[in-house]
């Protein structure tokens, strides 16, 4: 019996859904594809089973094979990341953030992150998040001139505030970070350093981004970025916070892990090892550098004036239009990116004065240099004949017609 016909309703949703993934052209560059392994992971009978606790200390029966899983996707997380300790129970990105938090903090401790203005993400600080509401944060910025982080700004800011824990990590910058001297500055100000690396977590384990793992005594991440696994998170830390970590998931934070999505971490894991995926990682660099360039050729402003990674942010004020103006009107014509503040925005959150861009999306569908020269040709395009529907709509079909020459999943042709 399929969904179509047992629930009609919900079948039409999910077929409108995997229409406009086929159609379109993704370049928000936090998401991804995932493999047919990690979607079948994902929605495998493990969804099934209770299993608060931990291997072999669990709070229910039947968990041995839960235990196996569980332990598979702890070791390879280990492996993959040269870590002493991995916790792959965290439901998401902000979760694995709390965890670490609660598991050395106080409430009402100071932290010390970058303001999310200058790209940082809203669980390391910000003032209607948990983080800004449980903790004392402050907040280094990218410098004005060069957009990127100023670490002598950094440790002057450390040492005035001495915080109890400094983290590093970002949704939208687009450099190097030096986890290395950021490690320094914690350990001179004698603050726990976590560093979040969600983003970064695949060109990490591909060499193509420094390592932060033997400098923060915490790592986390996602892992349904360029990690390119299924939607949750997991904690990387130093065994000496191994126990107290385990015991801010659960009963800290969460109850039962969700075991389905363990078994697809597992696997994202091995996947991960396989010279595959570095080849996939440099080539999502690749086009993120093209991409950036054929922007630039076109008078675009890239903030700090290129990209080391992923991702790119472009400042759009001097092509008049706004953030989310920017987002509604790529939709339009079926390319999905999202508004974005730039350092310093005059302009508030839901409006923005930037946009990004990244790719590991389209690298997973196949896309190469030659095709980010056309997909900005064709955002540039947008842009000038946004008055002009007979054209927005030329180019919607355009847009529609390549999507779908590089399927989501080539042995479906879907
Ligand atoms: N929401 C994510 C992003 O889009 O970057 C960060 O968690």
């Keep these: 019996m399929s969904i179509r016909e047992t629930d009609p ?24 594809i995932v493999s047919k392994e990690v979607l079948r992971l994902s929605g495998s009978i493990f969804t099934n089973k209770y299993a608060e606790g931990y291997p072999g200390k669990r709070y229910y029966g039947g968990c041995k094979f839960i235990d196996e899983i569980e332990e598979l996707a702890i070791s390879r997380a280990c492996k993959l990341f040269s870590a002493e300790h991995a916790n792959v129970q965290p439901h998401s990105g902000s979760q694995a953030n709390m965890a670490c938090y609660f598991s050395v903090l106080k409430p009402g401790d100071k ?13 390391h600080g910000l003032h209607s998040n948990f983080s800004g509401t449980f903790y004392n944060a402050v907040f280094y910025d990218v410098n004005r001139e060069s957009e990127t982080i100023d670490y002598e700004n950094v440790r002057e800011i450390a040492l005035k505030e001495k915080p109890r824990m400094l983290i590093c990590g970002a949704s939208s910058y687009s450099r190097i970070i030096d986890f290395g001297k950021l490690s320094v500055i914690a350990r001179e100000v004698g603050a726990y350093m976590l560093a979040d690396i969600a983003h970064i977590s695949g060109l990490v384990v591909a060499g193509l981004h420094p390592t932060p793992v033997p400098y923060a ?15 949750g998170g997991f904690i990387l830390c130093k065994r000496e916070y191994h126990d107290k970590l385990d015991s801010s998931i659960i009963p800290g934070i969460q109850g039962g892990p969700l075991m389905h999505i363990i078994a697809a971490k597992a696997a994202t894991f091995r996947n991960a090892m396989k010279p595959a995926f570095a080849e996939y990682q440099k080539q999502i660099i690749i086009n993120s550098k093209k991409l950036c360039d054929a922007f630039k050729n076109r008078n675009y402003r890239i903030v700090s004036g290129g990209t080391d990674n992923h991702l790119m942010v472009v400042d ?94 080539p042995s479906d042709q879907t």
């Design 9 to 32: 309703e919900v079948y039409r949703i999910l077929v409108k859904e995997q229409e406009k993934q086929r159609g379109t052209i993704g370049l928000i560059p936090s998401e991804n």
């Design 111 to 123: 932290i010390l992150a970058m303001n999310v203005f200058s790209g940082g993400h809203l669980t």
């Design 217 to 231: 005594d915490f790592v986390t991440s996602t892992t349904h970025k360029t990690l390119r696994g299924p939607r």
């Design 316 to 409: 759009l004020r001097n092509k008049g239009i706004t953030g989310s103006e920017f987002e509604t009107l790529l939709e339009s014509v079926g390319i999905i990116a999202n508004k974005n503040l730039i350092p310093f925005d005059p302009k508030p959150p839901r409006t923005t004065s930037g946009i990004r861009f990244g790719t590991p999306l389209v690298t997973s569908r196949g896309m190469k240099e030659r095709d980010m020269e056309t997909i900005a040709e064709w955002i540039d395009e947008t842009l000038k004949h946004r008055q002009n529907s007979r054209l927005l709509k030329e180019i919607a079909k355009k847009v529609r017609r390549f999507a779908r020459e590089f399927p989501i999943y």
